[in-house]
């Protein structure tokens, strides 16, 4: 299996995270990083932040003032990521994902946080490695079905309860 060194930042005090969380995004990006077949070593950053803060990162870099679930910093483009000079590892970007927001998408969905959370981090990913939808049609239909695809490589399907999450 190939090295992905997920590196993970809790700057929100809203919420105590569950245990298991940040395994669960480690095996979340595994998860996506094997689905598509990136075969070299790779790093990731992935910081959980409230409403307010997710909210400034809008406004800074989409010029949208308002707050979200979760943000994509891809540093690649076209399959071509920066390598950290100190493990080789292909620097694919940065994930943020509101704390709050996810919360609140959860209980709206009728799922767990775990579920959300997996969701957020897998849809990013994507994004990570050029995945868009903001077009919608075909090529959000594609990235909803690798969504699902990893999600159920997982063990998280829609509909699943806290179980699919025991470590």
Same mark, same amino acid.
């Given at each position: 299996?190939?090295?992905?060194?997920?590196?993970?930042?809790?700057?929100?005090?809203?919420?105590?995270?569950?245990?298991?969380?940040?395994?669960?995004?480690?095996?979340?990006?595994?998860?996506?990083?094997?689905?598509?077949?990136?075969?070299?070593?790779?790093?990731?950053?992935?910081?959980?932040?409230?409403?307010?803060?997710?909210?400034?990162?809008?406004?800074?870099?989409?010029?949208? *003032? $308002?707050?979200?679930? +979760? &943000?994509?910093?891809?540093?690649?483009?076209? #399959?071509?990521?920066?390598?950290?000079? /100190?493990?080789?590892?292909?620097?694919?970007?940065?994930?943020?994902?509101?704390?709050?927001?996810?919360?609140?998408?959860?209980?709206?969905?009728?799922?767990?946080?775990?579920?959300?959370?997996?969701?957020?981090?897998?849809?990013?990913?994507?994004?990570?490695?050029?995945?868009?939808?903001?077009?919608?049609?075909?090529?959000?239909?594609?990235?909803? *079905? $690798?969504?699902?695809? +990893? &999600?159920?490589?997982?063990?998280?399907?829609? #509909?699943?309860?806290?179980?699919?999450? /025991?470590?």
């Amino acid at each position: 299996m190939v090295k992905t060194k997920v590196i993970i930042t809790d700057k929100q005090k809203n919420h105590k995270l569950p245990s298991g969380i940040r395994m669960l995004v480690r095996r979340a990006c595994n998860a996506v990083l094997v689905t598509e077949e990136f075969l070299e070593p790779a790093e990731v950053n992935v910081t959980f932040v409230d409403d307010e803060q997710i909210k400034e990162l809008n406004t800074t870099y989409r010029n949208i *003032e $308002k707050s979200t679930d +979760v &943000l994509s910093f891809p540093l690649g483009e076209n #399959g071509l990521y920066d390598t950290n000079p /100190e493990n080789g590892a292909k620097m694919l970007g940065d994930i943020v994902i509101s704390v709050d927001h996810a919360i609140k998408q959860a209980e709206l969905y009728g799922h767990t946080l775990q579920r959300e959370v997996a969701f957020l981090t897998v849809h990013s990913m994507l994004h990570l490695l050029g995945y868009d939808h903001i077009n919608g049609g075909l090529e959000q239909m594609k990235m909803r *079905e $690798k969504e699902e695809l +990893v &999600l159920a490589k997982l063990g998280v399907v829609r #509909g699943e309860d806290e179980e699919a999450f /025991e470590e």
